[in-house]
C-alpha cells in the first residue's frame, strides 16, 4: 500500500539533492534522477512545490519515460492538502473579458440615461411651452 503525503511534505523536497514532484495524485522522489534527465535538472526544480501535472502533460512524455517513472513513486499526495489554484486565464481572454465589462457598464448606463434624457426634455418643452403662453 502506497503512503498518503502531504503537499506541504512534498513542497519540503525542492532541492537538487533533494526533490520530490507531483505529478497526477502521484508523489516521486527523483533526487537521483535530476542529473539524468533529457530536459536538464532546472525543468524538474522548476516544477517543485506545485502540481508538475500540466506541465508533465505539455510535454508529451513517451511510454517509456512514464514506465521510468514507476519507480521513483513514492506515494500519493493526500489530496484534501493540495492548495487550490485559479486557473489561468491567457491575457487576450483577461482583455475580452475585460472589454465585456465595459460593454456591460455602458449599456448598465443607458438604463438610467435614456429615461433621465426624457425627463430632460420633457422639462425643457414644458419650460418652454409655459413661457410661451405667457408671452
Not at 534527465?37 to 508533465?56: E, I, M, Q, R, W
Not at 438604463?111 to 434624457?117: A, E, G, H, R
Request: glycine share 6%; hydrophobic share 35%.
Amino acid at each position: 500500500m502506497a503512503s498518503l503525503i502531504s503537499f506541504h511534505d512534498v513542497a519540503k523536497h525542492k532541492c537538487k539533492n533533494d526533490c520530490w514532484i507531483l505529478i497526477h495524485g502521484k508523489v516521486y522522489d527523483i533526487s537521483s534522477f535530476i542529473d539524468e534527465h533529457p530536459g536538464g535538472d532546472n525543468v524538474l526544480l522548476a516544477v517543485t512545490g506545485k502540481d508538475a501535472s500540466t506541465d508533465f502533460d505539455d510535454v508529451n512524455h513517451s511510454n517509456e519515460a512514464k514506465e521510468t517513472m514507476k519507480k521513483y513513486c513514492i506515494g500519493d499526495v493526500d489530496q484534501s492538502t493540495v492548495p487550490v489554484t485559479a486557473k489561468y486565464i491567457p491575457p487576450w481572454e483577461k482583455e475580452s473579458s475585460a472589454e465585456t465589462t465595459k460593454e456591460e457598464t455602458g449599456n448598465k448606463m443607458l438604463v438610467y440615461l435614456i429615461p433621465l434624457l426624457i425627463l430632460g426634455v420633457a422639462f425643457v418643452l414644458r419650460f418652454y411651452n409655459n413661457n410661451k403662453q405667457t408671452s
